[in-house]
């Protein structure tokens, strides 16, 4: 019975070598694939005026305030 607990002890561990062995064989395998296409120029987002959004956070803080108080 002890014997038996070690063989599938053993054999859960080896499965588990087995996938993490392949998981990493197949991560090189594809940073080796990527790196063959160049990187794309990262493009700027337009800068958005913050007016509006200050205009209505100040609007609904007032109209917290006077339902508070």
Do not use: C, D, H
Not at 25 to 53: D, H, N, Q, W, Y
Request: hydrophobic residues 65%; charged residues 15%.
């Amino acid at each position: 019975m002890f014997w038996t607990g070690i063989q599938i002890m053993l054999v859960g561990m080896g499965t588990v070598f087995g996938f993490l062995v392949l998981m990493v064989l197949v991560m090189i395998l594809a940073a080796s694939f990527l790196k063959r296409f160049p990187e794309a120029a990262p493009v700027a987002a337009p800068k958005k005026s913050t007016a509006g959004v200050e205009a209505e956070v100040a609007a609904a803080i007032a109209i917290v305030k006077s339902k508070i108080g």
